[in-house]
């Protein structure tokens, strides 16, 4: 009966730490694109950039915010856990989007940032639990 709860209450510990590293990549990710979006608007306020750069620029954005955010924050299963932050986080600014746009559809740019979004925070995820092996 001991070795049950010890056991128990290790997987209790194990689901926790999952979650907590989930909702730290997905803060991570989301104050890092809250930057880098800064700096973006920046740049286009104060030069003569094109405004044809935004959609690229958010593609960029959105992998390497889940890139950062993912490896270090994830611990374990990095591929799973990366792509669980990657779906959350664009479901999150997507639905986000479209409130503030009155405009709820998918484009073709919003279904390749759907496939950034799990692709990065994946890739993020496994680059991140492979370098706390090290």
């Known amino acids: 009966m001991i070795n049950d709860s ?8 194990i689901e926790k730490e999952e979650i907590g590293s989930v909702i730290k990549g997905l803060m991570i990710s989301l104050i890092v694109t809250l930057l880098f979006i800064l700096g973006i608007s ?26 950062i955010g993912t490896i270090i ?9 990366g792509g669980i ?19 709820f559809s998918l484009t073709s740019d919003s279904i390749i940032l759907i496939f950034v979004s799990i692709i990065s925070g994946g890739l993020g995820g496994i680059i991140g639990v492979n370098l706390k092996r090290m």
């Open 73 to 81: 924050a994830i611990k374990k299963s990095g591929m799973l856990y």
């Open 85 to 103: 932050v990657g779906m959350i986080y664009i479901s999150l600014l997507y639905t986000l989007s479209s409130i503030v746009n009155g405009n």
């Open 42 to 67: 920046f740049l286009l306020v104060s030069t003569s950039i094109s405004e044809s750069i935004i959609i690229p620029s958010i593609w960029v954005i959105t992998a390497l915010s889940l890139l």
């Open 6 to 13: 010890k056991i128990i209450n290790n997987k209790e510990r």
